[in-house]
């Protein structure tokens, strides 16, 4: 996702320059836009880790937290843009802004559908998500399950590296960093080991883990 993320703001930056240069004097109104707008963004995604979200909204991110990414930060780009150059927008350009965030976002989100489908009928939650070790660097990338059998499964293309019950489960705690920011969630083990997962809802899994 987060590769994605980077491939995304890459593209709609790079339009947003090359339409601001063939505006003349006024592109510096919409590049200014577009770095507040990225310097912003970023942070309201961290954020969104601090939701404590149901888990069915949870298993249908894709069809609307992603496109609600998308409007929102084509909304803000839009509307700081029209702002700066005192500019009031008409009814067709606040459609074409909604409908074309909104469909980037809706796309943004099968997407990422596609990538976990094989995991969603046999289990409760499923994501994508890496694995982390003690310094919280990346060792893999793979796919995270909870099944009906209260079982935790990590999945690397297909192959399940590892299975935890729950019932081995000592503690589980959400890393925060800057009061703001949860980073990873960590599983503690009956036997002493850690395992430690960096996900976009943390507190979704440790809701439904630990209930």
Do not use: Q
């Not at 046999?122 to 070790?133: C, G, M, P, Q, T």
């Not at 935890?164 to 599983?187: M, R």
């Amino acid at each position: 996702m987060k590769k994605t993320l980077k491939i995304s703001w890459l593209i709609i930056g790079t339009f947003a320059i090359i339409y601001s240069l063939k505006n003349d004097y006024k592109y510096i109104f919409t590049i200014l836009s577009a770095l507040i707008c990225f310097s912003i963004i970023p942070y309201i995604i961290l954020l969104k880790r601090n939701l404590k979200i149901s888990k069915f909204l949870f298993n249908i991110r894709f069809f609307w937290f992603y496109p609600l990414i998308t409007l929102f930060g084509v909304l803000i780009f839009s509307s700081l843009r029209f702002l700066l150059r005192d500019e009031n927008p008409n009814n067709k350009a606040i459609l074409i802004v909604f409908g074309t965030s909104l469909l980037i976002g809706i796309i943004w989100g099968i997407k990422e559908f596609l990538k976990i489908k094989s995991k969603k009928s046999e289990n409760e939650l499923y994501e994508s998500v890496d694995l982390v070790n003690s310094e919280y660097d990346t060792e893999m990338s793979g796919i995270l399950t909870l099944n009906k059998s209260n079982e935790i499964s990590f999945y690397e293309k297909n192959l399940e590296i590892f299975k935890i019950n729950t019932s081995d489960i000592k503690n589980l705690k959400v890393n925060i960093e800057n009061k703001f920011f949860p980073t990873h969630f960590l599983i503690e083990l009956n036997n002493g080991m850690t395992y430690g997962f960096g996900s976009e809802f943390p507190f979704v899994w440790k809701k439904e883990i630990l209930k």
